[in-house]
T-cell receptor, first 115, second 116 residues
Framework: EAQVTQNPRYLITVTGKKLTVTCSQN?????MSWYRQDPGLGLRQIYY???????DKGDVPEGYKVSRKEKRNFPLILESPSPNQTSLYFCASSPPGQWTIYEQYFGPGTRLTVT | AQSVTQLDSHVSVSEGTPVLLRCNYSSSYSPSLFWYVQHPNKGLQLLLKYTSAATLVKGINGFEAEFKKSETSFHLTKPSAHMSDAAEYFC??????????????FGRGTSLIVHP
């Protein structure tokens, strides 16, 4: 089944404790991205990657890191989480080609709470 | 620069009545436009997309949207609401920037409430 998977689905952690949220897609998509969703703000893009070893900042990159060593994986790293990073996080991927005309496929989300 | 405004944060309808979710956008270039739906505790699913082929776009589950360039709008409609349509709906605009970067802009969402 074609899908985007994220792990963990739920995570409660403490301020400053490094964490990684994994994202994997099995559709051979080149484009992958991370979003955070906060009430009343919609989804905001954190980072995106147009291909292996090619990443760039989205609208809200502060406090996050990403890497793209393999095409299928795009982990999100919070080196020193803070309470304002408490949010619902989504990973998404798009097929190769013209990104504007292809929809994104979203993972199920990761709900992160930082205390 | 690009932006999206969803004009209603909540829309409430009765089952069987029409649905209208409003979206206005601004973009310096010819945009692609999308509507996504998010059911509770789920990820986002594409409803439909506009990519300049036709101004009236049909999507899944009976939804459709009309691109009106003169009004910079992309409103989502459905003739008859079903209880299963209750969800959060997001309008999205995206433009490929110089160098090929791509940052889609999401509206803040409209919560559709369907009463029996």
């Amino acid at each position: 089944e074609a899908q985007v998977t994220q792990n963990p689905r739920y995570l409660i952690t403490v301020t400053g404790k490094k964490l990684t949220v994994t994202c994997s897609q099995n559709m051979n998509h080149e484009y992958m991205s991370w979003y955070r969703q906060d009430p009343g703000l919609g989804l905001r893009q954190i980072y995106y990657s147009m291909n292996v070893e090619v990443t760039d900042k989205g609208d809200v990159p502060e406090g996050y890191k990403v890497s793209r060593k393999e095409k299928r994986n795009f982990p999100l790293i919070l080196e020193s989480p803070s309470p304002n990073q408490t949010s619902l996080y989504f990973c998404a991927s798009s097929p190769p080609g013209q990104w504007t005309i292809y929809e994104q496929y979203f993972g199920p989300g990761t709900r992160l709470t930082v205390t | 620069a690009q932006s999206v405004t969803q004009l209603d944060s909540h829309v409430s309808v009765s089952e069987g009545t029409p649905v209208l979710l409003r979206c206005n956008y601004s973009s310096s270039y010819s945009p692609s436009l999308f509507w996504y739906v998010q059911h509770p505790n789920k990820g986002l699913q594409l409803l439909l997309k506009y990519t300049s082929a036709a101004t009236l776009v049909k999507g899944i589950n009976g939804f459709e949207a009309e691109f009106k360039k003169s009004e910079t709008s992309f409103h989502l409609t459905k003739p008859s609401a079903h209880m299963s349509d209750a969800a959060e709906y997001f309008c999205v605009v995206s433009v490929v920037r110089s160098g090929g970067s791509y940052i889609p802009t999401f509206g803040r969402g409209t919560s559709l409430i369907v009463h029996p």
